[in-house]
């Protein structure tokens, strides 16, 4: 007879809510994950060739993993990338902050994996996604900002020497081992 | 055991006794002295003058009788007195002393000469008013008138006056006492029996027997034992009154005797009216029940056996009615004088009366809610009367029922009460006591609602007048608790089965607010009933569908429904109910029209209404934050019934999205906006944008399609429903798509489409086939006028949803014209004749289910969906043996095949014929694959399922566990996943045949490429 006294007040229907999504955190992080959900199943149904994205392992909405493959035609070719997103609680009005985790040679990424693009600094809007993130670092590859670099030797050498660019990028790169 | 012994001993040495005293009095007096009636202890007090115990042992030397007893503590001078263990000692006493007892006493001393004067003057006096040893009827005149009367008065003042008169007899007794005992002794021994003869006899002999017969033998039965009570009554009181004859001629009555004699007479009835009722036999009783209920029924207006009507009050003037009052006054006045209405009468008459009540409540109100039913066996007046008072009195209306109950009770059922206590002489009745009877009456009333509630639930609105009762009878929380009990009890017998539709359920369900809210405004019943109901109602999957589709129920549905309730009421045969829920759309459109002013005050907020004049407090059974709601609200309640807002707002859309899509041109959709209003106002804006998209959507489209209409010229009408595919910005939060139709005239094909905006309308499939020619031209004129009326959009098109005339011209008959989809427009068309002749020599067209699939590039079901709608109308046939997938027009409807002309583009021959049965084509249908098997939604989710394992083992971590996969999977799909860890496991098999995935040490990984 319990549920009686339950729902005698209070409109049914809160059962599904609750089951979703998991009552991670519950406020400012609740708007976050329903919206990382969202773009996640976006990102599944529609999903953009050469990156994929995906929530850590452990479970956390808030933390994610992505992958970009190098364009053809760059010094990235055939090469994958592992990133990291960690999105803050009021996503998506803060941009998240996106790492390479692979080592990458690269003029607008330094040697610790952060990255210099300004979508994810001052030019975020809430109208970007992951998506649109990940494919612009995926341009971003291919056409580096020369003008702002993280890596100034890198820079250089995109428009000076493209084969010790190449090879610079073969030597820094290495791919990730599994264990997290 | 001693007193059973006692009884056998005592009857077989009173025999001998008695033949010993008839031998020398020559009388038949059982007992012409004295004795006591149990054992010793009582013998001191009936003995009214005890010798002390020298004197009697002297004189016991003398006696040798009485000698041979003394061990045994008698110390009555009675020769016979019986005795609990003496019966060997008695027996020798009697065969011993053979001579009478009698005159042994006058052989003593002297000194009992006294004594001898008062034996005989009291054997003159008992064996007048002896007893005789038989209690039978027959016996008119049991005394013996022995001596004359003189003589029995000088005994009789020899006995009352021995004091005086005769000092020294010193055993001497009071007569009158004598008398009682005897009168009891002679009850217990000849009248019990012969009443217990009565009943007996009469109850076995007519075992059998059929009911109606039932009353008669009982009434025998009474009557028959009563008359032998009265004819024993009579004997012991003529006794008495001989008795009494003797005082009366005494020559000197003291005034305190003459009180005493007084209290003699009626002491000596009371005694005998207890020994009476105390012990009449069990079956007496049942058989004066039986005549009770009998004679009382009729009284108060139940039918008799056989009668077939209600009970109802009966008329003044019934002669029946009286005939069986008087029936009932003389019955009762006879118990009375034999002493057969006593306290346990009172109880008796008060069980009967009860049964009756509630037998007349059940027979006169079961299953009767109406007003009419009730006003029509009662005068009208009354009616006005009592709604006059009712209005003074309060705004509680007292139903119909219970005014004609009370007035029942007040007028029929207390007046006999009355009566028949006044007739028994017992305390009448009171003001207070006819409060209690019409108390219990309503409480049998409340009692035989609450047990009829869900019927009177299924017979609203016609059962108005059952709720008064209930909400004037229902009135202590107990009650409350009672009816929620029995019907939520009976709500699970009788509906919450899966032998219910859905349908039904809620269609209880409406009559269950409605009902309740009637009975009880606050809605705290039907807060306790509902979770119940509610929890099933979650079951059923289709209970969303149900009302959302009644909800939006056309008006001529709702006509129809309405129709279908008069006929009800008419008692005609209804048709077949309406398979929709289409009550509530005309609730909806009530309360549009009464609450649309009321709206803005009443939202839930407001706590109390200071100006609310009717207020009551809530029920005591409300709970502690209980709010009241405001309205009887049938469609809200049932909303919030049905669990998740989000299940019921995506149910929503996908049914309005195809009833847009299903609609003609120019339909208002004045019904899905108003429900769309209604909830709005339940849910927010925000939860039915896409609902708001879509209407206007249509709208759109119309104005779109005529300005691409204008451009164009055609003459033939198909119309294409289409969807319009957004372009895809890597940007989010792009702006919905507009919507558009777009009308293309050419070549006699009158073509529109409706534009729909993607994201906003549920998901529906691209079904691919190739549309026919012509129809394709349409679509892309009308895609190159779209697209430069919107710049920078391109639709998609959605063929499968369009509608389409078509008109087939047959080679026997004109032409007929079909509504159908474009997937049998499309198929029916691959029949076509190309040419324009209607030459006699063209063959049929024939084609097989495979060769439509190929030519038209059309999934196989649909394919055979098509032919099958085209064989149901007698335009294909089919050909060959059962097993052949081969179709034909049919040309001409006397079997021959024809050509058969297309006329317009989207048009085709046409034939009628009988219908191939449907068995036979359904072997015919190739069974799909077990892949096809899969609908293409569950299909398409399988993709989306294998895209997120994808990405989780591409980003997340490459190996993972079967449960983490799926624990994630459930965590990360916002509609939940539905597969268990094995449907997964099975998927993931799957893959790994395929090559995709590979199991390495308990984890599945994708296999690198």
């Known amino acids: 007879m319990s549920y009686m006294d339950d729902s005698q007040n209070s409109a049914p229907g809160s059962v599904p809510a609750s089951k979703v999504g998991g009552a991670r955190k519950p406020e400012a992080g609740q708007q976050a994950t329903k919206r990382l959900q969202t773009e996640l199943m976006q990102l599944m149904t529609s999903p953009a060739p050469g990156v994929s994205a995906f929530p850590s392992a452990d479970g956390n909405l808030l933390s994610w993993r992505a992958t970009i493959e190098g364009p053809e035609d760059t010094p990235y070719a055939g090469l994958t990338f592992k990133l990291s997103f960690e999105f803050p609680g009021n996503y998506p009005y803060q941009p998240p902050q996106v790492l390479f985790r692979t080592p990458i040679y690269h003029p607008n990424v330094d040697f610790s994996g952060r990255i210099c693009l300004d979508i994810l600094k001052d030019k975020w809007t809430a109208a970007y996604n992951i998506q649109t993130v990940l494919l612009s670092l995926q341009s971003l590859l291919g056409e580096p900002n020369n003008n702002s670099p993280l890596n100034g030797e890198a820079a250089e050498l995109w428009d000076k020497d493209p084969a010790l660019f190449k090879t610079k990028v073969m030597d820094r790169h290495k791919d990730l081992d599994e264990e997290d | ?1009």
């Open chain 2, 1 to 1009: 055991m001693a007193t059973t012994a006692t009884v056998g001993v005592s009857s077989w040495g009173q025999e001998r006794r008695k033949r010993n005293f008839q031998s020398v009095f020559k009388t038949s007096v059982l007992q012409p002295v004295p004795r006591p009636l149990s054992s010793g202890q009582n013998v001191g007090q009936s003995v009214p003058d005890l010798l002390d115990l020298s004197e009697r042992e002297r004189e016991l030397e003398h006696h040798p009788y009485l000698s041979s007893r003394r061990d045994h503590g008698y110390r009555r001078r009675a020769p016979h007195l019986s005795s609990s263990s003496s019966s060997s000692t008695q027996r020798e006493a009697a065969t011993t002393q053979p001579q009478p007892l009698y005159p042994s006493f006058s052989t003593p001393a002297a000194t009992n000469d006294h004594q001898l004067v008062y034996d005989r003057a009291w054997h003159t006096v008992t064996s007048r008013i002896a007893l005789p040893a038989s209690a039978a009827p027959e016996l008119q005149q049991p005394f013996h008138k022995r001596g004359s009367d003189s003589e029995f008065y000088d005994a009789f003042r020899i006995l009352t006056e021995a004091k005086s008169l005769l000092p020294r007899a010193t055993h001497t007794q009071d007569v009158v006492a004598w008398h009682a005992r005897q009168a009891r002794e002679h009850f217990i021994k000849h009248v019990v029996p012969l009443l217990e003869v009565c009943v007996g006899a009469e109850g076995t002999r007519h075992l059998g027997v059929e009911k109606s017969k039932y009353y008669e033998r009982n009434m025998v039965i009474v009557m028959s034992s009563v008359k032998a009570l009265e004819n024993a009554l009579r004997w012991y009181s003529d006794g008495l009154n001989e008795l009494l004859s003797g005082f009366a001629h005494l020559p000197s009555l003291s005034p305190e005797q003459i009180d005493r004699l007084a209290s003699l007479s009626d002491r000596f009835r009371r005694d005998v009216h207890a020994l009476v009722a105390s012990s009449a036999p069990e079956g007496l009783k049942n058989s004066i029940r039986i005549v009770l209920v009998r004679l009382a029924s009729t009284i108060l207006g139940m039918p008799a056996e056989g009668e077939r009507r209600r009970p109802s009050p009966p008329r003044d003037d019934d002669c029946k009615v009286l005939a069986t009052n008087k029936r009932l006054a003389e019955l009762v006045g006879q118990l009375h004088n034999v002493g057969l209405t006593g306290e346990r009468f009172e109880v008796l008459f008060a069980q009967v009366m009860d049964s009756i009540m509630s037998k007349y409540i059940i027979g006169a109100y079961g299953g009767v809610w109406s007003d009419v039913d009730a006003a029509s066996t009662f005068p009208a007046y009354v009616d006005s009367l009592s709604r006059k008072n009712g209005g003074t009195t309060g705004p509680v209306a007292t139903s119909s029922c219970i005014r004609l109950l009370e007035d029942w009770v007040e007028d029929n059922f207390a007046k006999l009460n009355v009566q028949v206590l006044n007739w028994i002489g017992a305390k009448p009745m009171s003001l207070t006591d006819l409060k209690t009877a019409k108390s219990l009456a309503l409480g049998r009333l409340a009692a035989l609602r609450i047990d009829e509630m869900y019927d009177i639930v299924l017979a609203w609105p016609n059962s108005r007048s059952a709720l008064d009762d209930l909400r004037a009878t229902i009135t202590t929380p107990a009650r409350r608790l009672q009816l929620k009990l029995s019907f939520s009890r009976v709500l699970q017998k009788r509906l919450l089965h899966p032998g219910c539709s859905t349908l039904e359920i809620l269609r209880t369900y409406i009559s269950i607010i409605r009902t309740l809210h009637a009975l009880d405004h606050s809605k705290v019943l039907l807060s306790h009933i509902e979770p119940a109901l509610q929890l099933y109602i979650c079951h059923r999957d289709d209970a969303v569908r149900v009302v959302v589709s009644g909800l939006l129920a056309s008006p001529e549905e709702q006509e129809a429904i309405k129709k279908f309730e008069e006929d009800k009421n008419k008692q005609k045969p209804p048709q077949k109910k309406s398979n929709k829920l289409t009550e509530l759309a005309s609730l909806l459109s009530e309360t549009a029209q009464s609450q649309r002013g009321l709206a803005v005050v009443s939202d839930e907020d407001n706590d109390l209404d200071w100006d609310d004049m009717t207020w009551v407090p809530d029920p005591v059974d409300a709970g502690a934050n209980y709010k009241r709601p405001k309205s009887e609200d049938v469609i809200g309640t049932l909303i919030s019934a049905l669990g998740s807002r989000d299940v019921f707002i995506k149910e929503f859309s996908t049914i309005v999205a195809d009833r847009l899509l299903r609609l003609s041109g120019n339909a208002q959709f004045d019904q899905e906006t108003l429900v769309l209003d209604l909830l709005k106002r339940r849910f927010g804006e925000a939860a039915l944008q896409n609902c708001d998209v879509m209407i206007k959507d249509i709208k759109d489209s119309r104005k779109v399609d005529a300005q691409i209409v204008k451009e164009k010229g055609s003459k033939q009408q198909q119309q294409q429903q289409q969807q319009q595919q957004p372009l895809t910005t890597p940007v989010r939060g792009a702006a919905p798509q507009p919507k558009q139709q777009e009308n293309i005239e050419e070549k006699g094909i009158e073509y529109h489409a409706r534009i729909l905006s993607r994201l906003f309308w549920p998901k529906m499939e691209r079904e691919h086939f190739l549309l026919p020619k012509p129809i394709v031209e349409q679509q892309t004129e009308y895609e190159k006028g779209y697209e430069r009326a919107k710049l920078g959009r391109k639709l998609t098109w959605l063929n499968q949803l369009g509608q389409t005339r078509v008109e087939l011209e047959f080679k026997d008959r004109r032409t007929q014209s079909f509504y159908c989809g474009t997937v049998e427009a499309t198929v029916i068309y691959a029949f076509g004749n190309e040419g324009d002749d209607d030459s006699e020599d063209s063959q049929p067209v024939k084609k097989g289910i495979q060769e439509l699939y190929m030519e038209l590039q059309m999934d196989e079901d649909l394919v055979t969906a098509a032919i099958k709608f085209w064989v149901e109308r007698g335009v294909l046939r089919r050909v060959g043996g059962a097993d052949s997938d081969e179709y034909v027009v049919v040309e001409t409807l006397d079997g021959g095949d024809d050509s058969r002309n297309i006329i317009g583009d989207a048009a085709s021959g046409r034939d009628d014929e009988e219908e191939q049965q449907n068995a036979a084509e359904a072997a015919v249908t190739p069974l799909p694959k077990v892949v096809q098997a899969l609908s293409a939604k569950e299909r398409e989710r399988r993709d989306v399922y294998w895209r997120y394992i994808q990405g989780m083992l591409t980003n997340a971590r490459s190996t993972m566990p079967l449960a983490q996969m799926s624990m994630m999977m459930k965590m990360l799909i916002p509609e939940g996943f539905p597969w268990s860890n094995d449907e997964l496991q099975e998927f993931l098999a799957e893959k790994v045949d395929g090559g995709e995935m590979e199991v390495v040490g308990g984890k599945y990984k994708l296999v690198k490429k």
